[in-house]
């Protein structure tokens, strides 16, 4: 029997991965990660994460999704993409901390992970140049990183 079915937490996933193309390449993923479409759509039906458009001044440069990772019970930057256009002039640089101070001003949360394939040469520079190490965990294939706030006293 066919029938319509109203989009749920339960089914979103499903819902935004049906495609037209033949070859059944999942439109949606990035060189190396989920597109933004994604990414709100996500958080929309799991209020645990939070979708952010990254601006400077009036421009959108890039964007940003994070939230609590309920698989390891920690905060996890998820993804994190400054727009093509806007590449090499170092936006990724910049917005980073203030990404990770957004985060920490939400959450209260000390550690911050992060997830990433390692063929991502230039996503790893960025990450270990910001403080992330690697935890020697792995995740879906991918190493799992951290950022500590250490203590002043």
């Known amino acids: ?14 819902a935004v991965l049906v495609t037209t193309d033949p070859q ?3 439109p949606l993923e990035e060189e190396w990660m ?6 709100m759509l996500q958080s929309v039906y799991e209020p ?16 940003v999704f994070y939230g609590f990772w309920k698989k390891k019970g920690v905060y996890l930057l998820c993804r994190y993409a ?6 090499g002039k170092g936006y990724g640089t910049k917005a980073l901390p203030v990404v990770l101070d957004a985060m920490r001003r939400q959450y209260g949360c000390r550690d911050i992970y992060l ?8 996503a790893i520079r ?10 020697g965990e792995t995740d879906e294939g991918e ?3 951290v950022l500590s706030v250490k203590d002043k006293n």
């Open 1 to 14: 029997m066919i029938y319509l079915e109203k989009i749920t937490a339960a089914n979103w996933k499903k």
């Open 34 to 39: 989920m597109n933004s479409a994604f990414s």
């Open 115 to 122: 997830t990433l394939e390692n063929e991502n040469k230039r």
């Open 82 to 87: 400054i727009d093509i256009a806007e590449q």
């Open 24 to 26: 059944r390449k999942r």
């Open 126 to 135: 960025l990450y270990k140049k910001a403080g992330f190490v690697p935890t």
């Open 143 to 145: 190493e799992i990183y």
């Open 48 to 63: 645990e994460w939070e979708s952010r458009l990254i601006l400077d001044d009036e421009k959108a440069i890039g964007f």
